[in-house]
């Protein structure tokens, strides 16, 4: 039997047992008739109007689903990692080792892993729509469902944990699921903080022992596994309370306790952790400390002074317990205070904790080694005192303006800053980056945009000076469109006692890191860089760092702007030229990606990704952002946020080591080049269109959408209505609750056509060898998905909340049109069918597809409702029909 059915056979029975219980559960509440509506069940009925309760329940039965299909990928992951199926998952170490091992010795290998910089970076981007408790009931429940995976339980035991399956259930059902209110900052850091706090720290534990049994198993030398981080290139990012780009409520006093936050977990999780071994560690006094040991034992007594007794006659005849006791002595017990005996930084904690493992080594306890102080180290390394990086973001328009506003109030270089012509600027900005004094005194007003900046800046450096800033990632430029706008920061960073002066420049404590988003902006993106890269300032900062370079691409409003093919090759086509603007000044780039949650917004699978990115873009690691739902669909429970981090690690390694296994056909550069031009001309021929923007909002829910109280940032950069300002997340949203999902294949039929018409030889190498190019290959399977995941049928019912029918009509019928001529172009492309080559995918959008025609009705009906009489009761039943899409769909934006 192919393993994809036994998947089958197990995700048919768990899910006709959850269901079951759900049912069960709304009958002993008395909802006989909402018991009768619950999707998959074998006693479903025919479904008339839904009620607000009734869609709550579609939407509790979606999230069923959705963990279903989580815990059966994962116990068939387990069933590979024992070895007891031939399916070996790309990415993870199993696979990844033994390829590394054809070339390269166990030493290189460790020198790749060490050096791999792999940071992902989680932000609070308003995609999920989920409240953080209904989150944590989901969580709870899946793990009663993972539970019941062991076949050792009794039948009463089995019985008691239906009985909490169905009390979890309940207490869902209770739940409020939508935000009433929209989340403080604040709120969305507590939910960024049990991630990083939580989740990653159980992750780390299990992805050492992990590797380490994959690098036994592959024969590879133990003793090369020196004590010390076994990854120590890996970290993790944040962006809430740190990302101010069209957000007014991310103030300098925000980032302050965003800081102090991240730093508080962080030393109660070292503490945690060093409690935690000092419990394990129970060795008794027959198993001495070894010299190095004792040595430095005695110098910690010194240093921690009147406290080390405390801490040496806590175990007695415990030598080990007795030394971690003083280790944990060092550690700051909180954020905002210090004192002479606490660990400056957390290397030394680091460096303290790899002595401990190099005396069990001596006396020969290596396995205690191995599995309790290995992962410990990990742990300190990883999240030391500040857990997660901050960076700051911020768009360049908001840079510039508040430059011009120093400048002005300055009156140092005369006239004003609005008045001055580009290359004016750029002469003063050149001039000023020798100058080491401000543009004005400390204390005096400049104007709201340069008082927050320097604002900003001073919490930065006083942090920096007290704690390190190595809580600190990078300063990011959105929009950048000029190396003047990179520029700009080391400016307003001297204003706020941020940037340093050294040997008659002004220089930068953090990186500064350019965002290249639109079509337009890619392409100008290695010239911006060469002229950044070409300066002093910026070499001697980057120099002195001692860090790769970042440089962050957007996916989401190169998508927005020019549809995905365009978007695709634009981005890749710049980290090619990027690449070479790297190596030609010496510079270690490292790629940061942008990427949502969905396929329009840069989503996909992470090996598949990894793997269609170009030559080399890897080779000094990467940095991703997590935003959103995806948080919680790949972290949320152990099992998936081990997987998942593991393929991004292991993966990474993988591409920055070996050449891709399938070579780049003769044209496909140019067949690419030739698709990119004529899908975004048929794209942009649309979205360009007079009264295509009333058609949007007329077809879609984005009116509720910017309702929506899912995230603190606002739907729109600068508050005007216009295309142009609404932001990628609420356009693709909305396309996707309508089932057009227009920006994952508008204009590829089109292109496509005209390659098979215009360049039959191209057609046929990209039939032939083309299609299955990493690269493209990865791109068209995403097309693939987003043309399966819409609906001609949805997309009409949708058509009908328009009430211009000329209009209505001149726009669906067109996109229709480009659909069908897509769908059939892509199925002719990729040959076999879409049901045979990707039969897990086929088979959860089918399950998905009756229930969810359902809630689409319903959406329709009460926006023809709301938008004739605008009722907050149909604003509330929306707002739930908008969640249980989502949930539906996995996807929001």
């Not at 076999?832 to 597809?849: V, Y």
């Amino acid at each position: 039997m192919p393993e994809y059915q036994i998947e089958f056979k197990k995700w048919d029975n768990d899910l006709s047992f959850m269901v079951d219980c759900l049912v069960e559960t709304l009958r002993e509440l008395g909802e006989e008739d909402l018991a009768r509506l619950v999707p998959w069940s074998s006693e479903r009925q025919h479904v008339g109007t839904l009620s607000s309760q009734a869609v709550h329940v579609y939407s509790l039965a979606f999230q069923i689903l959705n963990m279903v299909e989580e815990n059966t990928a994962n116990q068939s992951r387990r069933r590979e990692v024992d070895g007891s199926t031939s399916r070996i998952e790309k990415g993870r170490w199993r696979e990844v080792l033994p390829n590394l091992k054809v070339s390269l010795s166990a030493d290189q290998i460790l020198e790749r892993i060490r050096g791999a910089r792999v940071e992902p970076a989680l932000t609070a981007h308003p995609t999920e729509a989920k409240r953080a408790t209904v989150l944590a009931h989901y969580r709870q429940l899946y793990l009663l469902q993972v539970r019941l995976e062991n076949q050792m339980y009794s039948s009463s035991e089995r019985t008691a944990i239906r009985d909490e399956i169905k009390a979890h259930m309940e207490r869902l059902y209770r739940t409020g699921e939508v935000y009433i209110t929209r989340p403080e900052i604040l709120s969305e850091l507590r939910n960024v903080v049990h991630y990083l706090g939580t989740v990653f720290p159980e992750v780390l534990v299990l992805m050492v022992r992990r590797f380490m049994r994959a690098w036994s198993r592959e024969g590879l030398p133990a003793e090369k596994l020196a004590p010390g981080p076994v990854f120590p290139g890996l970290s993790f990012g944040n962006w809430v309370g740190g990302d101010r780009d069209g957000h007014p409520f991310v103030t300098a006093e925000v980032t302050r306790e965003t800081l102090i936050t991240l730093r508080q977990t962080a030393l109660d999780l070292q503490h945690r952790e060093l409690s935690r071994l000092a419990g394990l560690l129970s060795l008794s006094a027959e198993y001495p400390l070894p010299s190095k040991l004792l040595r430095r034992m005695e110098e910690l007594k010194v240093i921690c002074g009147t406290e080390s007794s405390n801490a040496l006659n806590r175990n007695t005849g415990e030598p080990w317990r007795q030394f971690l006791n003083l280790v944990s002595l060092r550690i700051p017990r909180r954020a905002d205070e210090s004192s002479a005996s606490d660990y400056p930084v957390a290397s030394e904690l680091v460096r303290d904790l790899e002595l401990l493992a190099e005396g069990l080594h001596e006396i020969g306890a290596k396995r205690l080694s191995f599995e309790d102080v290995y992962p410990v180290i990990q742990i300190a390394h990883t999240f030391g005192f500040h857990l997660a990086k901050l960076d700051i973001r911020q768009n360049s328009a908001v840079f510039e303006k508040a430059l011009g506003q120093f400048v002005q109030a300055s009156a140092r270089h005369g006239g004003a800053w609005e008045t001055r012509s580009p290359v004016s600027r750029i002469d003063l900005i050149r001039t000023e980056l020798r100058e080491p004094r401000t543009f004005i005194d400390a204390w005096a007003f400049a104007g709201a945009e340069a008082d927050q900046v320097r604002a900003l800046c001073k919490v930065v450096q006083e942090h920096g000076v007290r704690c390190g800033f190595e809580g600190f990632g990078s300063i990011i430029v959105s929009m950048t469109r000029s190396a003047e706008d990179l520029f700009s920061v080391f400016l307003l960073a001297r204003e706020g006692g941020l940037a340093k002066f050294e040997d008659g420049l002004v220089t930068m404590p953090l990186p500064v890191v350019p965002l290249f988003e639109t079509i337009d902006d890619l392409k100008n993106s290695d010239t911006i860089l060469r002229e950044y890269l070409g300066t002093p300032n910026a070499s001697r900062s980057i120099e002195t760092l001692n860090t790769p370079q970042d440089c962050m691409i957007g996916y989401s409003d190169s998508n927005k702007d020019g549809g995905i093919i365009a978007s695709f090759w634009g981005l890749y086509k710049a980290q090619q030229r990027l690449i070479l603007v790297g190596e030609q000044y010496g510079i270690a780039l490292r790629f940061f990606h942008g990427r949502g949650g969905t396929i329009s917004r840069g989503a996909g699978p992470t090996d598949r990704f990894l793997g269609a990115l170009p030559p080399n873009a890897v080779r000094h690691g990467i940095k991703v952002t997590e935003q959103g739902e995806t948080i919680s669909q790949k972290y949320a429970n152990l099992l998936t946020a081990s997987y998942n981090l593991e393929v991004l690690l292991a993966g990474t390694i993988r591409q920055g080591s070996l050449v891709s296994s399938t070579p780049q056909p003769k044209h496909i550069e140019a067949t690419l080049e030739h698709l990119a031009l004529w899908s975004c001309n048929s794209y942009r021929e649309l979205v360009t269109q007079d009264g295509f923007g009333e058609f949007f909002r007329k077809v879609t829910p984005v009116d509720v959408i910017e309702q929506s109280k899912i995230g603190s940032r606002p739907a729109r950069r600068s508050g005007a209505n216009s295309l142009e300002d609404l932001r990628a997340i609420p356009w693709v949203f909305a396309w996707n609750q309508s089932r057009f999902l227009l920006s994952g294949w508008f204009g590829v039929g089109t292109a496509l056509q005209r390659l098979r018409a215009d360049y039959p030889a191209l057609w046929d190498e990209l039939k032939s060898s083309g299609a299955r190019w990493a690269p493209a290959y990865y791109l068209f399977l995403n097309i693939e998905t987003s043309l399966y995941s819409a609906s001609e049928e949805i997309m009409r019912m949708y058509a009908t909340l328009c009430d211009d029918q000329h209009r209505r009509d001149q726009f669906l019928e067109g996109i229709l049109a480009e659909f069908n001529r897509s769908r059939l172009l892509m199925a002719e492309l990729l040959s076999s069918p879409f049901a045979e080559r990707r039969p897990r995918m086929f088979k959860t959008l089918a399950l998905r597809e009756p229930p969810l025609k359902e809630l689409h009705q319903a959406q329709v009906e009460l926006l023809k409702s709301y938008r004739r009489d605008a009722k907050q009761e149909d604003l509330s039943t929306l707002l739930l029909v908008t969640n249980a899409i989502a949930s539906g769909l996995r996807t929001t934006g």
